[in-house]
């Protein structure tokens, strides 16, 4: 619902969740890939690898580049006055000096749960070989991906929009315990289309996507994106599943879940079931 739309709603005017819907667009974490994993394998897996990753990639230039990138992040951060920022040394520097400040200035960056783009290049690279190898895999949801599976079936579009980047999501939809699940997911965005709180990035999707907003639902555990995407035009929902609670209001604007089975399309439920509602 938009902004101005954003009453609460009886029970009766409840509708079911994926009517006239042609695409979902969701997040990473919580949805495809199960609570935690982001945080906790996927990030001490980065932290693992990343100074033999420098000492191995350091003279290629994959590896040059993301250090330059992180450079010149940690130069604007420093000029906005970022407490606690990192400098990183000019290429001039001996190699040991610049090496051990890219290590810090990651680890204080990801300590601070920062998505700049400098960063998460770097990570998708540090990260890429434990994928490949097998040493890592994303730990996909079951309940998620048997509704993905019926989207796919009944002709719905399934679109990633993640603060982590794109080559990090392809990462993780390519390299889970359940297979290769990149079929499933039409689109990847991230936030080189803008903040998630900012309906502009929901109306930008909408518009590449070739879908109206109101043939979108989007799938977010954060109430400040949901009223973003409402205000787009999208229906938004909230996602239960991730352990985050919402208020009696919250649950009153929007429609919510529980279980992504509750996210089946119509003609692919269990006979009885009854449809999504909020």
């Not at 048997?146 to 390299?175: D, F, H, I, P, R």
């Not at 315990?177 to 930008?204: C, N, Q, R």
């Not at 109430?223 to 239960?240: D, I, P």
Request: charge should be negative.
């Amino acid at each position: 619902m938009a902004e101005n739309e954003a009453t609460k709603r009886s029970h009766a005017e409840s509708e079911d969740i994926l009517a006239d819907v042609r695409g979902i667009v969701c997040d990473t974490a919580g949805t495809f890939v199960a609570p935690g994993f982001l945080k906790e394998k996927f990030s001490s897996t980065v932290q693992e690898n990343l100074k033999s990753y420098l000492e191995s990639h350091w003279d290629k230039d994959e590896c040059q580049q993301d250090v330059e990138a992180l450079r010149q992040q940690a130069v604007r951060d420093k000029e906005a006055e970022v407490e606690g920022v990192i400098d990183i040394p000019s290429a001039e520097e001996e190699k040991d000096s610049i090496m051990e400040a890219v290590v810090k200035n990651v680890l204080w960056q990801m300590e601070q749960e920062r998505y700049d783009a400098a960063l998460e290049t770097l990570q998708s690279h540090v990260i890429r070989d434990p994928f490949k190898t097998g040493k890592l895999q994303a730990e996909v949801s079951e309940d998620f991906l048997n509704v993905a599976k019926n989207w796919a079936a009944s002709g719905k579009k399934l679109y990633v929009y993640s603060t982590w980047g794109k080559e990090v999501q392809k990462l993780l939809l390519a390299y889970t315990d359940k297979g290769d699940l990149s079929e499933y997911v039409s689109g990847f965005y991230d936030l080189s289309t803008g903040p998630k709180t900012d309906k502009d990035s929901y109306a930008h999707i909408a518009e590449e996507v070739d879908v109206k907003p109101e043939e979108l639902l989007f799938l977010t555990d954060s109430v400040e994106e949901a009223k973003s995407a409402a205000e787009a035009g999208l229906k938004a929902c909230l996602n239960e599943t991730t352990g985050v609670e919402f208020t009696d209001d919250d649950r009153q604007n929007y429609n919510c879940i529980k279980s992504f089975s509750e996210l089946e399309a119509e003609g692919e439920k269990e006979e009885g079931e009854p449809p999504a509602k909020k």
